[in-house]
């Protein structure tokens, strides 16, 4: 259940990052801004790596521990990830 907010909580630091770099590459003169830009492309590929490792973790996880709870929660999970 841990991983499944981990896994929720760094899907939406991905998607804070995203819009961070979509606003900062709308005025590409600056120095300040890429420099910026290219450090929240970096925090997004970081919590990318994250969420894999997450889903890895998870995948590793024997389904009769895990039990149904935490099967449907992970269905809704990439459900949500893949829409």
Request: charged share 25%; net charge negative.
């Amino acid at each position: 259940v841990l991983l499944l907010a981990d896994k929720e909580a760094l899907t939406a630091e991905v998607a804070q990052h995203a819009a961070t770099l979509d606003a900062l590459s709308v005025g590409l003169s600056a120095d300040t801004t890429s420099l910026d830009r290219a450090m929240t492309a970096l925090h997004m590929y970081e919590a990318r790596e994250a969420i894999e490792e997450v889903d890895e973790a998870l995948a590793r996880m024997e389904p009769d521990r895990a039990g149904p709870p935490l099967t449907a929660m992970r269905r809704v999970i990439q459900d949500a990830a893949t829409s």
